[in-house]
């Protein structure tokens, strides 16, 4: 990660951590270690650590747009931490339904504690980035939390797809498109959209940046998905080819799966295999994705989805500084290796 | 249950239950039928049929509360609809994380569709109660969205401490009601809370009945704890000793083992064993309870908090005819057999 290219939203990043401090702050005493925990901020018996907080892309998007929008970034700082509640409630009971054991180099909640305190985490979560938005005394919570509110229940349909293509066979490119659309997009678009309507943007701005925020969100996915597979298990910490051994059907297998390319259909063989693969046998789903060309089109569709969300931004009457940085936050997606 | 002591309430109950036949509408299509399902309107196949949809006992507080307050109770269906919904989201949650198979004489929703999907379902109803209020245009959105996310904390509190106390021996009687207070007491005071604030009661009318429904709301609980030992199972749609079989340190049971009585160290000696209880072992449990005193105990306390809440009531300026249906429904909940 290359953090000098983002630094002027680095500037904002402790207004927004002591916001969200406070918030979970306020959280029951059986609940709030937890979710300390999953944010990064101590151990699974309280103690202070610096572990990886995760890359706090939607408060960062926020808080850019409300600067980009020409409003006072302060007024975003509610919506940029209603944004990261509602990112990390959906990861805490992602991993839950997908019994993902291991995020950010750590066990996970329910690893840690069980099923049930990582659903209430969960719970906990949604319902805090509500009241934190509710009670900003903004004139716009509202609308900011109508946008919160939508956002997740596209995360919950982009999740039941998931969920449900885990045990298909014949899951399409675009079901797989409209997935990362909830999954991904959905929030990553609502984070922009909420800081600037936070900062009272016009309603042609607040677009604009809608339109940057959901195909940024695409790249990010498209970016995610080949890191599932060819990620480094040191950088990303996820074991490696993570996606291939739970036979995810990611945005480069399902392109590939359609290819129509002897090593798509190859991969459907693979695919519809039951067990626990050997490494071995990874790395050659892994080549045969390749080999269908899936891989070479996720890294090509993700860099027409970031030049598509910068057409976006130069449309948009915001101040060219952000404009820059709100560039450089959609190269970064696409370039990081985490 | 006497539905005639009801006939006000239920005059509002068609608005109530239209406004969340539209909301539910709204959710996405895998997560539809299984909501429409919980909430007793489709079988699992997405067939129609009458099943028990529940008491709505915090829809029609919400209503009764805003005609109490002398408003406009239509004003109030958006915060009845939030209020059914936060409810039937913890019920959905709950029933996971407690792994309770059987709610209103059918399966539950895990136990029909698996984990992920009472994850998903319990978030998209969480999130909709939100939507519904913040959606209403309501002046009164912002507070009345703030008594239920509140709510929803004291919610995750009670069932975060529901869950410890099921891995404990040394549960106390005050942690017991304060579980009560936060799982059951909670949502229910907010339930008169949001139709008055909705109805726009000036502060001291929301107060009082803030008071009277967390007062009803541990009456609520104290009986169904006893309906949990001693309720037929016919009528409560549960098995029989349910919460005996779980072991459960419910009200009338840590009542006991305070008590100081023989009978109440023989059920301590009872409770620290495990294993699945024959139905005679349960049966001299819940003699034990009787024995002890818990039983009578529960049955008194109930009436105290309904006493209270009447008073709470009576110090307010509302309109006799609806102090007369709140003290019914008051009532009911200490009468009522499931």
Known sequence: MTVTTLSTVDADGDAVRSAL??????LDHAIRPVVAYHLGWCDE?????????????????AMLAARAAGGDERRAVPGAVAVELVHNFSLVHDDLMDRDATRRHRPTVWAVWGDAVAVLA?????SLAHEVLLESGSPQAVPAALLVGRATQDLIRGQAADVDFERRND???????????GKTAALLSASVAVGAVLAEAPPVTVSALQTYGSEIGLAFQLVD???GIWGDPEVTGKPVFSDLRSRKKSLPVTWSLESGRPAGRALAQWLAQSGDP????LRAAADMVETAGGRRWARAESGRRVRAAQRALDSAAIDPRYRRELHRLADFIVERSA
């Open 21 to 26: 401090f406070d918030a979970v702050g306020r």
């Open 45 to 61: 018996h309280g103690r202070t650590v610096t572990a990886d907080s995760g890359k706090s892309v939607r408060s960062r998007l």
């Open 122 to 126: 969960g719970d906990a979560m949604l």
């Open 171 to 181: 899951v399409r490119l675009a079901e797989c498109v409209d997935m990362a659309a």
């Open 225 to 227: 998905d080949l890191l």
């Open 278 to 281: 050997a490494e071995s046998e």
